[in-house]
């Protein structure tokens, strides 16, 4: 019986199949693209008009060759592999037969499963029997005795018992198969216990890796593509993404099956380009190099949780837990749309499912954000038992918050600002006051009442409100800031409000205001109407201290106070992060107190308000306006027609 090989088109991926020793011309009849040939036992060519023949590694290429009369070929037939490795050699013992048919991700999703049985069945060996491109999964393995390919496994001699994973797993009408995976597989095969997986990793695979990534640089890993398109970003997301990395002298790594030829208008130093190039056990090695991995919902994944590298993994279609439940150093990340999950029935429509929502709307600017916090922080990266959404940033609800509170004079104000937050903020929180200048009694209640955790950074002369609250917040030592201004009193639970859209929002606040574009006098105006320049009140704000800091904190040219909080506003939703006012935030606000003595206040307004506009109208492309009325003509009759 003549063995069937599969091709794969790099471009299109066209799949194609022929038998080996017969003729094929290795080139994309749709597209004109190289093939790569998938198979472990049949990886050699040869010229049917030459006879030039070549043993490919994993996942090269086939490239044309120079033939006779100094013309290139592309018509080869596909032999056997001197490293054929159809399986490993049965042994006659009895066995037990694991069965599963699936890609990279689920055999490692079934290797607590296979621990366990071999440890119940120690009697017995315990063969593997998958796609023979999978086999290097298993090298190593104390469990596992033998591999065989799936479309022999009938072959294998004394099977005592044979555990079936097949395709009704897949099933998510069944909703037993909603469960977590490694669970569900644990119950299929009659089992349980320790829900690790596992995968080992050679001496010389690591001196292997070593070699190759000899840079000294932190290495963010990209896994470009994902076996079900619409669980993975756009490769132009990945471009963005990488462009944020380098800026901050990370190196990037790309993996992947298949050769990605173009990434961007050019590859850098810093993008280290592996698709198409690594086998599974180079990759196992190369994943561990990296300081974390970012990818869709992929086998890559749940390599990095075998490995324990940390991993940032975009879900949409499937919930995270239904995947990653159990692993310490995923950081999923979920878009809020209506139709996620939708369980691998993409209710999206057909023009979408390409590049669906669930995807589009994580931004790179958000995962960029996300790689910094995953390794900045000093705190342990267990994952919560919830998924996180996309501006959530591995923080829990007990972190600790700075209230900053920057005051000038106004003694009352700030004595009543400051005793409302100690006595109605139960979370732990560090207190930093801000003493901008003050001439009145400000100065000495604030050295006697604040305590030994709490912060004062007293200013000789008012700097601004901008420049004083940026300076105030580099004295944090919390995961929020909370500024609030002095003229304000808290209530309880005005912290918890908080804290519990959090995980949701970039900036946070208590009142919205709305800006219109007024292109004549080349300024701002209020408006009562939403706009696309909406903006938080800066008398209370709300926002994660590595948001701050990635967006610069209070732009310094507003002083020294007056449209700095709508530039902050605007620098947030440029970054793709959303605003949220509170609705019925305890927080009262007098208005006014903290500028009543502030000269010209009308003046400073103006000239602040023109350099807002100047900052923002650079790019900015006015809507079209709708016509109020329509001219037309029926012979010498002129008519306008009132729309």
Not at 167 to 182: D, F, S, V
Not at 300 to 308: E, V
Not at 523 to 538: A, C
Request: proline share 3%.
């Amino acid at each position: 019986m003549s063995e069937l090989v599969e091709l794969i088109c790099v471009n299109c991926k066209r799949r194609i199949s022929t038998l080996v020793n017969k003729p094929v011309a290795m080139v994309c009849s749709s597209c004109g693209g190289k093939f790569w040939i998938k198979s472990l036992s049949f990886r050699n060519i040869r010229c049917l008009h030459c006879g030039f023949s070549k043993e490919l590694e994993a996942r090269e290429l086939v490239e044309p060759h120079l033939c006779i009369k100094n013309r290139y070929s592309n018509a080869y037939c596909v032999e056997a592999s001197s490293r054929r490795s159809i399986g490993t050699v049965d042994s006659g013992n009895e066995k037990l037969l694991f069965v599963r048919g699936r890609g990279m991700g689920d055999l490692l999703m079934c290797t607590p499963a296979i621990r366990e049985l071999k440890r119940r069945y120690s009697n017995l060996e315990l063969w593997v029997a998958c796609d023979e491109e999978f086999f290097e999964l298993f090298y190593n393995n104390p469990n596992v005795n033998g591999w065989i390919d799936i479309k022999r496994h009938k072959n294998l001699s004394k099977v005592v018992k044979k555990v079936m994973v097949d395709e009704q797993l897949e099933n998510y009408g069944n909703i037993e198969n909603r469960k977590n995976r490694i669970d569900r597989i644990f119950e299929i095969s009659g089992v349980e216990g320790k829900n690790s997986l596992d995968y080992f990793v050679a001496d010389e695979e690591v001196e292997w890796a070593q070699e190759f990534f000899k840079s000294g640089k932190k290495r963010v890993g990209f896994g470009l593509q994902a076996g079900i398109s619409y669980r993975n970003w756009s490769l132009d997301q990945y471009r963005t993404l990488s462009d944020l990395l380098i800026k901050d002298n990370y190196e990037v790594i790309l993996f992947g099956d298949a050769p990605i030829l173009q990434f961007g208008s050019k590859i850098t130093n810093d993008i280290i380009n592996t698709t198409g190039k690594l086998s599974i056990r180079q990759l196992g090695a190369a994943l561990q190099m990296c300081s974390v991995v970012v990818c869709g919902d992929t086998g890559i994944s749940h390599f990095c949780a075998a490995l324990g590298v940390k991993n940032i993994i975009f879900y949409g279609s499937i919930p995270p837990d239904v995947r990653c439940k159990y692993y310490s150093k995923a950081f999923p990340m979920l878009a809020d749309v209506d139709c996620s999950p939708c369980w691998d029935s993409q209710t999206c429509t057909i023009e979408k499912r390409m590049n669906p929502g669930c995807m589009t709307m994580i931004t790179p600017q958000q995962v960029h954000l996300k790689i910094k916090e995953v390794l900045t922080s000093k705190k342990s990266l267990k994952r919560r038992k919830k998924a996180q959404s996309i501006s959530d940033i591995s923080v829990s609800k007990d972190t600790s918050v700075s209230v900053i509170v920057s005051c000038m004079n106004n003694y009352q104000h700030t004595k009543r600002c400051i005793e409302s937050i100690k006595e109605n903020t139960p979370v732990p929180y560090q207190l930093i006051v801000l003493d901008n200048g003050s001439t009145d009694d400000t100065s000495k209640y604030l050295q006697d009442i604040l305590l030994k955790d709490d912060t004062l950074i007293s200013l000789p002369e008012n700097i601004g409100f901008g420049p004083g609250n940026n300076l105030a917040a580099k004295s944090s030592n919390s995961q929020y800031l909370c500024f609030l201004n002095n003229d304000c009193e808290v209530g309880k639970g005005w912290m918890e409000q908080l804290m519990e859209v959090s995980n949701s929002f970039g900036l946070i606040g208590a009142k919205y205001d709305y800006l219109d574009v007024n292109q004549g006098r080349k300024r701002f105006v209020p408006t009562v109407q939403k706009t696309k320049w909406e903006y938080l009140e800066g008398w209370c704000l709300f926002i994660k201290k590595s948001l701050w800091e990635l967006i610069g904190g209070f732009d310094e040219q507003f002083i020294p106070v007056f449209s700095e909080d709508a530039d902050l506003s605007f620098k947030i939703k440029k970054l793709g992060f959303d605003l949220y006012a509170v609705p019925d935030l305890k927080v009262i606000h007098y208005g006014g107190k903290t500028v009543s003595g502030l000269l010209d206040a009308s003046k400073i307004s103006e000239r602040n308000n023109t350099l807002l506009y100047d900052k923002w109208m650079k790019d900015y492309i006015p809507e079209p306006e709708q016509p109020i009325a329509q001219i037309h003509s029926i012979g010498e009759k002129v008519f306008l027609t009132v729309l």
